[in-house]
């Protein structure tokens, strides 16, 4: 199994050793729009670098996560296993480097215990959810904890953001976002909720571990995206209107996260 294809989720990779250019190796928000700065001050760019012995050398994988508390992280297991340092921005809607972004670095890393990648070349992901605990609690200037749903969502609409790639081909400077319906999953995918949006929009690699927003409350964290047709790599199917894009259902993990963080979001 090639590099490339063990980073199907959402992810984003730049390598370590070409630092400066934040290089992609797969396919954010196509078709998405400016978000206001401090528009969404739950929104952080996380960056982990990892290393992995069969990619041959250490690499930055850059993601969104939501800020639940002042010293916690929601986001997805993809984006922080395996790392031996994760660092947190928060505070701007402009896209941080993955080399150096910003000075709030975790302290620990809780990936959930069932976390585990499946299917065709691993395109699939379950209980693909993780926190993050930050060394020194969030200062709260510009920076706010969001709820956390408590079941399913009121409506069939949402809001994705995040700095992945974009229909440029290049990561967001800006945060985007993007309206979307949520939608029943097109396949049988346990704790998750599917969205799905216009032809030509959509999540792509970069956004992992950002979320789903109904009514400012907290629905889902951002994993990977589907398509039925299991010959094509979902992730060069960005902004195909026949793509969905898969998120942890997170009401199914209000308890997970109240076991680990002692919060009750
Ligand atoms: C998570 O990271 C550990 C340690 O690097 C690794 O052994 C495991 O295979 C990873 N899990 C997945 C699903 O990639």
Redesign the pocket.
């Given at each position: 199994m090639g590099a490339l294809a063990r980073c199907l989720v959402l992810c984003a990779l730049a390598s370590a050793s070409a630092a400066g250019s934040d290089r992609h190796v797969s396919l954010g928000i196509f078709d998405g729009t400016d978000a206001a700065e401090h528009e969404f001050p739950s929104q952080v760019f996380v960056v982990s670098l990892i290393n992995?012995p069969w990619r041959g050398n250490s690499f930055y994988r850059t993601c969104g996560g939501t800020i639940i508390s002042a010293k916690w992280i929601l986001t997805a297991?993809?984006c922080v296993?395996?790392s031996a340092r994760t660092e947190v921005r928060a505070g701007s809607s402009a896209r941080g480097p993955a080399w150096r972004p910003g000075k709030l670095l975790a302290k620990r890393r809780i990936?959930h215990e069932k976390?585990?990648?499946y299917g065709r070349n691993d395109n699939n992901a379950a209980d693909d959810i993780a926190l993050v605990e930050l060394e020194l609690p969030l200062d709260g200037r510009r920076m706010a904890a969001v709820p956390i749903a408590k079941g399913k969502p009121a409506r069939r609409r949402g809001v994705v953001i995040g700095w992945g790639l974009t229909e440029q081909g290049d990561f967001a400077k800006i945060l985007q976002k993007l309206d979307v319906n949520i939608i029943p999953c097109p396949e049988k995918t346990p704790k998750a909720i599917c969205i799905r949006s216009a032809p030509g929009s959509g999540v792509c690699s970069g956004d992992s571990g950002g979320p789903l927003l109904v009514d400012g409350v907290l629905h889902g964290v951002a994993s990977y995206i589907d398509l039925a047709d299991k010959t094509l790599e979902p992730n060069d199917h960005c902004g195909d209107g026949r793509a969905w894009g898969v998120y942890m259902r997170v009401a199914s993990y209000r308890r997970w996260i109240q076991r680990h963080t002692g919060i009750a979001p």
């Open positions: 992995e297991a993809h296993n395996g990936v976390y585990r990648l």
